[in-house]
């Protein structure tokens, strides 16, 4: 019997990304379950490939967002994993912390109950000018960690530097974003998410800093860059008597699978994202208070055991909710029905009834400068379009 054909599934990738993700073993299994993974060609327009059922993507910059646009406009069935809005507020390290405060999901539910979570104390500060004003940091206790308000994957995105005293702001480049060091072991919770599938890994991380060592330190500022992903680097540079201080003490504790899994769950629905992963650290002065300090897009997949099968899965499942007409690819499987209106006319009126709040309209178009007009009952209501 011939096998049920579930679907063809774009992928547009860096190089980097491309061969630490596209491995055999993935394009193996996947084929073996009826989906097959094509590369996009980026020197094409994106418009004249396919059929794709699916796009799966971490590329950047306004041309390519057009493309997938004029794409899912000319193939309104076509899941893009994930949507470039939604993943545009991972690109800023204020707003991409912002989502966790907005966060309302259920803390302590496990048995030793207690847990709770947050972002840590953080400011960003803009121009040189500001750096230099003492009130702008003052509610900040020192050390601090000055991270580049920009998460855009570059290498600079990634540059952080560890400042013990104020003496040493006036040597960092805004904007950048300035973040209470907060020691937690020297352990780091990477948590993995592929829809609703969860999995959490412990790695390497900063070591603590003792009061002591805060007062004795000879630099003010110590720079790096990547910590957590240091174990897959091909040469260690300067930084290496830093990092030699560092070692993964394998008895810590994981965090309770439960909790992370609403933190997980909860992150998913607020982003509208499938493909992300989240860096959770514990607050050693508290034992049970967990904070987030870094949400990215579309992670290293490849360093997670058995990826091949999460992510096949995963595909599988979405291939089949599409079959069925569910609306995926938003980042959770219970939200909104969409209404498909095709006319050739013009100047035709969609009347959308719903008593949902907080509903989003989609309207897709090939004419430019299209102006849309939504009408609603109910005061104070702002409309984007
Ligand atoms: O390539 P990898 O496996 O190191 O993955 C990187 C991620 O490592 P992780 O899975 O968290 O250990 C890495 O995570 P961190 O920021 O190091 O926590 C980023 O997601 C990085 O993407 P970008 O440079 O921010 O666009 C990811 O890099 P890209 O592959 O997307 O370039
Ligand atoms: N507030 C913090 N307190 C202690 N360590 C931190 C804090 N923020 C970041 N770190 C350490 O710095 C590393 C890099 O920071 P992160 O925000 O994850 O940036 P990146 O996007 O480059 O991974 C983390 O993996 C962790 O080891
Ligand atoms: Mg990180
Ligand atoms: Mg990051």
New binding site residues.
């Given amino acids: 019997m011939a096998e049920k054909k579930h679907g063809v599934i774009g992928y547009a990738l860096?190089p980097?990304?491309q061969n630490?993700f596209i491995r055999d073993s993935l394009l193996t299994l996947a084929s073996s379950r009826g989906i097959k993974l094509i590369q996009i060609d980026s020197t094409k327009p994106l418009i004249d490939q396919g059929p794709f059922d699916c796009i799966l993507h971490?590329l950047y910059g306004d041309d390519w967002k057009r493309q997938l646009q004029q794409f899912q406009i000319r193939n309104p069935n076509a899941v893009i994993l994930d949507a470039p809005e939604a993943i545009e507020r991972l690109h800023n390290r204020i707003s991409m912390l912002q989502v966790v405060s907005e966060l309302r999901v259920r803390v302590g539910v496990d048995e030793k109950g207690g847990e709770t979570f947050g972002i840590p104390k953080q400011i960003v500060i803009y121009d040189k000018e500001t750096l230099s004003d003492g009130q702008a940091w003052e509610s900040l206790k020192f050390p601090v960690i000055a991270k580049p308000l920009v998460?855009?994957?570059?290498a600079k995105?990634?540059k952080m530097a560890l400042v013990f005293s104020h003496g040493a702001l006036n040597k960092l480049k805004p904007p950048i974003v300035l973040q209470e060091f907060v020691n937690h072991g020297g352990v780091i919770f990477?948590v993995?998410v592929v829809g609703n599938h969860v999995r959490c890994v412990k790695?390497k991380s900063l070591p603590d800093v003792s009061e002591e060592k805060v007062l004795g330190v000879s630099e003010d500022l110590l720079s790096f860059s990547?910590v957590?992903?240091l174990a897959?680097r091909d040469s260690v540079d300067d930084d290496e008597k830093f990092y030699k201080m560092m070692s993964l003490d394998d008895t810590t504790e994981m965090p309770p699978q439960a909790f992370i899994v609403d933190i997980a769950s909860g992150l998913r629905r607020a982003m509208k994202l499938n493909l992300f992963?989240f860096?959770v650290i514990r607050d050693s002065r508290y034992g049970n208070r967990y904070l987030i300090i870094?949400i990215?897009?579309?992670?290293?997949?490849?360093?997670m055991p058995g990826y091949e099968k999460v992510l096949t899965d995963f595909f599988v499942d979405l291939m089949c909710k599409k079959e069925l007409g569910e609306n995926v690819g938003k980042g959770h499987g219970d939200e909104g029905k969409s209404v498909k209106v095709l006319t050739e006319e013009k100047d035709i009126s969609v009347k959308v009834l719903t008593e949902e709040k907080d509903i989003s309209v989609k309207v897709l178009t090939e004419e430019k400068d299209k102006s849309v007009k939504v009408l609603t009952e109910e005061k104070d209501k702002s409309v984007t379009v």
């Fill in positions: 860096a980097k990304k630490s971490k998460a855009d994957g570059s995105s990634h990477k993995y790695r990547q957590s992903n897959n992963n860096d870094d990215n897009y579309f992670p290293g997949y490849a360093k």
